[in-house]
């Protein structure tokens, strides 16, 4: 890969991580403004609960998705970014486009995918 195309994706790396803490932080903020309704009217309990339960999953998903930007960066840090985990070979530089954070190439991401349904059916 070369050093513009690297660079570039490190900024988008750099600014994605950046969207993601803002957007932590203000839902930490609404969920304060929840609890503070809650307090208020305790028969809509369920209805909290409820939407608690989205923002912790997508907190989840935010938490997975910081921590896969993070070790892209750090692979950016050590010269590994862009290899496949599983077979060492260059990831293309248009999958990396797509999905600065892919860990493996086409061939071991689809290998991956296909031995998850497996498992889930
Ligand atoms: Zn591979």
């Known amino acids: 890969m070369d050093a513009k195309t690297?660079?570039?994706l490190k900024k988008q790396l750099l600014s994605?991580?950046?969207r993601l803490l803002n957007a932590a932080s203000s839902s930490r903020k609404?969920?304060?403004s929840i609890a503070?309704?809650?307090l208020a009217d305790e028969t809509d309990l369920t209805s909290v609960e409820l939407s608690q339960g989205i923002v912790f999953?997508?907190?989840?998903k935010e938490q997975r998705t910081l921590a896969d930007i993070d070790e892209a960066l750090q692979k950016m840090e050590d010269?590994?970014?862009g290899a496949c985990e599983d077979c060492d070979e260059q990831i293309s530089a248009k999958r990396l486009e797509i999905y600065p954070t892919a860990?493996?190439?086409i061939?071991?991401?689809e290998e991956r995918e296909k031995r998850k349904k497996f498992y889930v059916a």
Do not use: Y
């Open 57 to 60: 999953t997508l907190r989840e």
């Open 107 to 109: 061939v071991h991401q």
């Open 30 to 32: 609404s969920d304060f």
């Open 6 to 8: 690297l660079i570039k």
């Open 79 to 81: 010269g590994s970014f």
């Open 16 to 18: 994605e991580r950046e």
């Open 103 to 105: 860990r493996f190439c």
């Open 36 to 38: 503070t309704e809650d």
